[in-house]
């Protein structure tokens, strides 16, 4: 598992812009989504992100298909940002799935991420580069 360091937990927290973070999913045959999620982005650890699921419908259709995803997150005034892999979980109970539904009712679901690798989303010589 890739850690997330407090620079990285910074970055999610407090210097994403716009706050909206980029999901990445494909089906079972490949088929490649991407999909924007303004609510609910957490920490869960330093190896596990959480996005809530609201009318996420070929997201989670792919995600149970093929639990391989991607987070995307930047600065878009700053050209940063870190792109997460990870292998994903759909959470429909629970404590996180509540905590979700306080900021937003119609949350259906949580998503887990567990981070496997991660990526600089930079501009410039580092773009793409792995770092953990």
């Given at each position: 598992m890739a850690k997330l360091t407090a620079e990285m937990s910074n970055f999610i927290k407090k210097e994403r812009d716009p706050v909206t973070v980029?999901?990445?999913?494909?089906?079972?045959?490949?088929?490649?989504?991407?999909?924007?999620k303004g609510t609910f982005i957490s920490i869960l650890d330093d190896e596990t992100l959480a996005?809530?699921?609201?009318?996420?419908v070929k997201t989670l259709k792919n995600v149970r298909q093929n639990p391989h995803v991607v987070i995307a997150v930047i600065n878009a005034k700053t050209y940063k940002g870190y792109?997460?892999?990870?292998?994903?979980?759909?959470v429909e109970s629970g404590p996180?799935?509540?905590e979700?539904?306080?900021?937003?009712?119609?949350?259906s679901?949580?998503?887990?991420?567990?981070?496997?690798?991660?990526?600089?989303l930079d501009y410039g010589p580092q773009a793409g580069k792995k770092v953990a």
């Open positions: 980029f999901v990445g999913t494909s089906s079972k045959d490949g088929i490649p989504n991407i999909a924007a996005y809530a699921d609201t009318y996420s792109q997460f892999k990870g292998m994903a979980e759909v996180i799935l509540e979700a539904r306080k900021q937003n009712p119609q949350v679901s949580v998503t887990k991420v567990k981070v496997k690798e991660i990526y600089l």
